[in-house]
Nanobody, 128 residues
Framework: VQLQAFGGGLVQAGASLRLSCAAYGGTFTSYAMGWFRQAPGKVREFVAAISRVGGRTHYADSVKGRFTISRDNTQNTVYLQMTSLKPEDTAVYYC??????????????????????WGQGTQVTVSS
């Protein structure tokens, strides 16, 4: 599967932004999806994850209550709705996919090593 993320930009603190990640070339419902981010000089960190089906989600503590991950299986797209953005949310945001078996349809995955496929990243910059 190939992933293409878009929707990043420059916003002021407190604003909202929605990232999208379109998947191509695979059966989208076979993949658990996740969002990660990487700020300059820092390691890539987990942001949010959603299961293959069933809509089970998991969030990093730093974004809980502000970010929402969702997926539209008819559009082969996963979204990250970001609200109340802070300067510390500034980073390149990556979407990721993990092929999962039918026994793991409601599992979410939270580490970089869990994922098989990565998008190219989209820059989010939050000014104070």
């Amino acid at each position: 599967v190939q992933l293409q993320a878009f929707g990043g930009g420059l916003v002021q603190a407190g604003a909202s932004l929605r990232l999208s990640c379109a998947a191509y070339g695979g059966t989208f419902t076979s993949y658990a999806m996740g969002w990660f981010r990487q700020a300059p000089g820092k390691v890539r960190e987990f942001v949010a994850a959603i299961s293959r089906v069933g809509g089970r989600t998991h969030y990093a503590d730093s974004v809980k209550g502000r970010f929402t991950i969702s997926r539209d299986n008819t559009q082969n797209t996963v979204y990250l709705q970001m609200t109340s953005l802070k300067p510390e949310d500034t980073a390149v945001y990556y979407c990721a996919a993990r092929y999962t078996s039918v026994t793991s349809v409601i599992t979410t995955y939270t580490t970089v090593g869990d994922y098989n496929y990565w998008g190219q990243g989209t820059q989010v910059t939050v000014s104070s």
